[in-house]
């Protein structure tokens, strides 16, 4: 499965194709998340991916699983060699009228 790595100043729409793009392809992808501005634009990411699947002629959605994993740090000025990131485990499924809300 494809990992995702978003940063603060990762390109939102740019995420969010990325996401669409995988979802259509493989069904499911992992997003790897550290800090509160790479999760604010992680989240507005999916509902821009979310549209996306909704306007193919065949309309989808996405559901998430959020999960902590602890990894080895990529910077190794920083005294603990290891940070927990928030991954969420996106997953691609049918549409459902009923259950959508409008975005």
Known sequence: MVTLKVRGDTPIQKLAG?????????GAIDVSIVGPIALN??????????????SDEKPSDLYIQPDF???????S??????VTC?????????FDEER????
């Not at 959508?100 to 975005?103: D, F, G, L, R």
Request: charged content about 30%.
């Open 100 to 103: 959508s809300v409008t975005i």
């Open 41 to 54: 634009r992680a989240i507005k990411a999916c509902i821009i991916a979310r549209k996306f699947l909704k």
């Open 77 to 82: 000025s920083i005294e603990n060699p290891e």
């Open 86 to 94: 928030i991954i969420l485990h996106i997953y691609k499924t049918e």
């Open 18 to 26: 990325a996401i669409g793009k995988n979802l259509r392809e493989n």
């Open 69 to 75: 994993r602890v990894q080895v740090n990529d910077n």
